[in-house]
C-alpha cells in the first residue's frame, strides 16, 4: 500500500466530515487508506464517519488519550510506505498526494515533508516551517517578542523566517498538523510520537529525531493546505501557557545536556511568567475596557454637574472634596453595575439597554441618597442631570468608538451579512434551502457559477474577485460539488482576506470555515442552539434566582401561607441564594443540553394531579433551554407561586 492517512480527532464532527472528504478526493485512484483516531468524542463524529464514509478505519477510543498516542494506536496498524499525520480542522486539494508522494519517491534524503499551511482566509499561516527551540529562540516565542518583529530572521527565528514563504527547503520542523514521513524511518528513530507529550511539541520532537537520524524535513508550499485552528488561534491563556511550557521542558530535558537544560527551564518560566502576565492584563482590559471607559464619562459628567451647579445654578459654597470622595465612587459602581446587569456590555449591544441601565442605576443611587447622613447630600439635581446627560454621552461615544474599531460589539440592529453562494444551479437551491434553516446565518444574494460561463448567475466564477468588491459582498459559501477543493482554495487566496469563506458538502447539516487566522475554526449548523449556553443569558438567570430569593427571605412571614410547604420554602430561598439550586430548570438530566443547578420548579407550568410523560418533559426542557429569557423564568416562577416549597429535585447537571 502506498499511502495511510493518519486523523486523530475529538469532537469536531463538521471539521472531520469536510476534511475526509477532501482526502477521500485526493486519493481517489490510489492504493490508500484513512484512519480515524477518536479520542472519545461525545458529538457524533463516529456515527457520522459509519454513515457518510463506512470505508474509512475507526479506532474508537473510551478516553482522550491525547495526540501522540492517538497517533501511535494509527501508526500500529498502518500499512502505507507513507504515512501522513492530518488534523481534523484541514482542507487539502486534489492534488495533494500527487505532488507530495512524487517529491518523496524522487528525493530519497527527505525523511518528511509538510506543506504550506493557509488560515481559514486562504491567507498564508506561518506554523507551516519552524526552527528548534534553543535559548534564544524559546524565549523570542514564550515572551511574544517574535510577534513584535514578525519579519526579524533572529527574533522570530521559531517561524523560520529566513526561509520565503513560497521556497522549498529543508527546515528544522513541520507542522504536526500535516506531516508526510516516509513509514520505513520511524522503526530508526525509535517511532512516530513520544507520548510523554500529551499536546504540543509532538511534533517538534519528531522533526529533531528525524533529522538526527540523517534525514530532511521539507518544506513544500507546492502544495497548499488550509489549517483552520492554527497556533495563532491558541489563546494565550495561562492554561495554554502552562501546557505549553510543560511540552517544551519535556523536549529539552530529553534531548539537551543536563546543565544546558537547566539553564534553558530557568530561561523559559521566566519567560512564561512574563508572558503569563501580560496576557492576563490584556485579558482583564479586553474585558473592563468598555466598563472603565463608561465609569471614566460619569465620572467627567458627575464632576462637570457639580461645578455647573454650585457655580452657575444655586452660586453657593464649594461641596466638600471628603463628600465628594464618599459619593462619587459609590454612584459610579451603581451606574456601572447597573448597565452590567442590563447587558451593555454583551457582544450584541443595543442602546435600549443603555437608557434602560442609567435609568435603573439612577434610582438606585437616589435611593442611597435618601440614606445617607446631611452632610452627604448636596443635590439630588446633580444625580438626575449627571443621569440624562451621561446616557447621551455615552451613547454617542459608544457609536464613535465602534466605527473607529475602538469597541468590537455587534450592534443589536446591525443588517444580516450579504453572501453569495458559489455553485450550480441544482446544489445552489439545496444550499440556499439549508441556509434558511440555520441560526444566524447570512442574507443570501444568489449563486456564483461555478466555470466561466455565467448563465442565469449573478457572474461567472471568473468575475467572482470584482463582483465581491462591487456589491459589498461579506461571505462567500462554497459548495463542494461541481467545484474542486483546489478551486476553493485558489479562489480564497485570489479574493483576499476581506471575506469570511464557508464550505458546505451536499447534504450535510453544516458550513465550516474560519472568519480569520486568529479565530477557531467555526461553522454554521443546523443543531439547536440554546440561549441557555450564552453567559449572557446565564448571567440573568443566576441574578433573578438571587434576587428573587432575597426579596423572598424578607417577605417570607408574609408568604408563608402561600407556599403548600413553608419551612422548606425557607430552605429552598437559602439554597438558591447559596447558588446551590436554581428556580427553574430541568425535569432530568440531558448531556447535550447546557449544565445548570438542580431546580425547585420545572420548565412547565404545574399542573394539579397531571404529570407528564418523560418524552414530553424532555420536550419541554429542550424547549426552555432554547428559549430561555429571565421573563420566562419569572413567568414560570409566578405562576407555579404555591410550589415553591417543593422539595428539590436531586438533578445537577454536570
Known amino acids: 500500500m502506498k499511502l495511510s492517512v493518519i486523523i486523530v480527532n475529538y469532537n469536531v464532527k463538521y471539521f472531520l466530515e469536510v476534511c475526509v472528504h477532501s482526502v477521500q478526493r485526493a486519493t481517489q485512484g490510489m492504493d490508500a487508506e484513512i484512519i480515524v483516531v477518536d479520542n472519545n468524542s461525545t458529538d457524533g463524529s463516529i456515527q457520522m464517519l459509519a454513515d457518510k464514509f463506512p470505508g474509512v478505519v475507526r479506532i474508537e477510543n473510551k478516553h482522550n488519550a491525547g495526540f501522540g498516542k492517538a497517533n501511535n494506536q494509527g501508526v500500529a496498524i498502518a500499512k502505507g510506505e507513507y504515512i501522513l499525520f492530518l488534523n481534523p ?52 516565542k514564550t515572551t511574544g517578542i517574535n510577534k513584535l518583529f514578525s519579519k526579524s530572521p533572529y527574533f522570530n527565528k521559531y517561524y523560520a523566517v529566513h526561509i520565503s514563504e513560497d521556497e522549498t527547503a529543508a527546515v528544522d520542523v513541520l507542522s504536526g498538523c500535516c506531516m508526510l514521513v516516509r513509514a520505513s524511518i520511524l522503526p530508526q528513530i525509535g517511532g512516530a510520537f513520544d507520548e510523554d507529550y500529551f499536546m504540543y511539541c509532538e511534533d517538534v520532537d519528531l522533526s529533531y529525531r528525524i533529522q538526527k537520524a540523517g534525514h530532511q524535513n521539507i518544506y513544500y508550499p507546492e502544495v497548499s493546505l488550509i489549517h483552520y485552528k492554527g497556533e495563532s488561534t491558541r489563546k494565550a491563556t495561562l492554561s495554554y501557557v502552562r501546557i505549553f511550557n510543560e511540552a517544551l521542558s519535556t523536549f529539552v530535558k530529553k534531548h539537551y545536556s543536563k546543565n544546558n537544560a537547566r539553564l534553558f527551564i530557568l530561561f523559559i518560566n521566566i519567560g512564561i511568567v512574563l508572558r503569563a502576565i501580560l496576557s492576563a492584563a490584556k485579558q482583564v482590559l479586553k474585558v473592563l475596557r468598555m466598563p472603565m471607559f463608561d465609569a471614566l464619562i460619569m465620572l467627567g459628567t458627575l464632576w462637570f454637574m457639580k461645578e455647573f451647579w454650585v457655580v452657575h445654578v444655586k452660586n453657593i459654597e464649594p461641596i466638600p472634596r471628603n463628600s465628594v470622595l464618599a459619593t462619587f465612587p459609590v454612584y459610579i459602581a451603581l451606574w456601572v453595575a447597573s448597565l452590567y446587569i442590563n447587558g451593555v456590555y454583551d457582544q450584541s449591544y443595543r442602546g435600549l439597554r443603555v437608557i434602560r441601565g442609567m435609568v435603573i442605576g439612577t434610582v438606585l443611587i437616589l435611593a442611597y441618597y435618601g440614606l445617607l447622613q446631611p452632610g452627604l447630600r448636596y443635590s439630588r439635581a446633580i444625580i438626575i442631570f449627571s443621569g440624562i446627560s451621561g446616557t447621551v454621552i455615552m451613547l454617542a461615544l459608544h457609536e464613535v468608538l465602534y466605527r473607529l474599531g475602538i469597541f468590537k460589539f455587534i450592534p443589536y440592529d446591525k443588517l444580516p451579512r450579504k453572501a453569495v453562494i458559489v455553485a450550480d444551479e441544482y446544489n445552489y437551491n439545496e444550499t440556499a434551502n439549508t441556509l434558511r434553516r440555520v441560526n444566524y446565518a447570512p442574507d443570501v444574494n444568489g449563486r456564483i457559477a461555478t466555470n466561466d460561463t455565467k448563465g442565469s448567475a449573478l457572474a461567472a466564477l471568473y468575475e467572482l474577485k470584482p463582483y465581491l468588491f462591487t456589491a459589498g459582498i461579506n461571505e462567500v459559501i462554497f459548495c463542494v460539488n461541481g467545484l474542486t477543493y483546489a478551486q476553493i482554495l485558489q479562489k480564497m487566496q485570489q479574493c483576499g482576506n476581506g471575506y469570511e469563506y464557508k464550505i458546505h458538502l451536499q447534504g450535510s447539516q453544516s458550513f465550516v470555515g474560519s472568519n480569520s487566522s486568529h479565530t477557531a475554526g467555526d461553522l454554521y449548523t443546523l443543531d439547536k442552539r440554546f440561549n441557555l449556553s450564552k453567559f449572557s443569558q446565564l448571567r440573568n438567570k443566576r441574578i433573578l434566582d438571587a434576587g428573587m430569593a432575597f426579596i423572598f427571605l424578607l417577605t417570607w412571614p408574609f408568604l408563608l401561607f ?93
Open 89 to 140: 480542522d484541514t482542507v487539502m486539494p486534489e492534488d495533494f498526494f500527487r505532488k507530495m508522494l512524487a517529491y518523496m519517491d524522487a528525493h530519497p534524503e527527505a525523511g518528511s515533508i509538510g506543506p504550506k499551511l493557509l488560515d481559514g482566509k486562504g491567507q498564508f499561516a506561518p506554523d507551516g516551517k519552524k526552527s528548534f527551540p534553543s535559548l534564544s529562540v524559546a524565549i523570542f
Open 562 to 654: 402561600l407556599v403548600k410547604n413553608g419551612l422548606q420554602f425557607w430552605v429552598n430561598c437559602w439554597l438558591v441564594l447559596t447558588g446551590q439550586r436554581t428556580w427553574v430548570g430541568y425535569t432530568s438530566n440531558h448531556e447535550h443540553m447546557p449544565a445548570i443547578r438542580a431546580s425547585i420548579l420545572p420548565a412547565y407550568f404545574i399542573a394539579e394531579d397531571y404529570e407528564p410523560a418523560p418524552e414530553i418533559t424532555a420536550q419541554l426542557d429542550s424547549i426552555y433551554a432554547q428559549q430561555y429569557s429571565a421573563g420566562a423564568d419569572l413567568t414560570l416562577i409566578l405562576k407555579n407561586f404555591k410550589y415553591l416549597g417543593m422539595k428539590p429535585k436531586k438533578i445537577l447537571q454536570k
